[in-house]
């Protein structure tokens, strides 16, 4: 049997509230993508990632098992452990349909990405003792967005870069795992510089 890897949970692609609940932006913040990105929640399906059966089998010959497995297969697919990536890091995921993320691949900020992290801190032991996800949700959410528009220099609804973020999945969470990363991107598409007091030059245009 093979044991699960560690991972985190990821809020992304206009940092869309769980489906059936309502996104958690101040009120006074009147988006239009966050009633989009409910509707595009709830049609979107959940995966992990997987093994190639293959590289699973022909790993399994030198005695490697479970996370040892998927560390080796992301290292020849050039991928880095998603527990690696520090504030100011460009990474792609590879698809807004994955709904635990391993590992990432990280080009340089002046290389085409999807993401960069600007803002990583810990959850607050004395408000989540135990593992809350809808908890965790709302503080993710909230915590990213106050750090959000300071990081791209606009106002939310004036801009087309948007937040997401990654959060500790049940696994990580057992593990020790605390650490909400806040993540800008452009809801245009990828984009191939840093994003710090970049909003101006990314207007929304609705």
Known sequence: MIAKCPARRKQSRASC???????????????????????????QA????????????SLAVLGLTGCSIAAMTDLFQGKEDVFSIAVGDCFND???????????????????HDNEAYHLYDLASSTFPSYDEDAIL????????????????????????????????????????RQVLCLAYDTNGPISEPLRGKGPTYPYSG
């Open 138 to 177: 709302e503080e993710a959410e909230m915590g990213c967005f106050t750090e959000f528009e300071g990081f791209v220099g606009s106002a939310i609804d004036e801009t087309s870069l948007y937040f997401g973020y990654y959060y500790p999945s049940p696994e990580s969470w057992d593990e020790g795992d």
């Open 46 to 57: 959940v995966t992990r990632r997987t093994l190639p059966v293959l590289a699973l089998s």
């Open 17 to 43: 509230a769980p489906a059936g609940n309502a996104a958690r932006l101040p009120e006074n913040i009147q988006d239009p993508r966050r009633l989009a990105c409910a509707r595009q929640q709830e049609a």
């Open 94 to 112: 590879d698809t807004a349909a994955v709904e635990q993320v391993e590992s990432v691949v990280m080009p340089k900020c002046t290389e085409p």
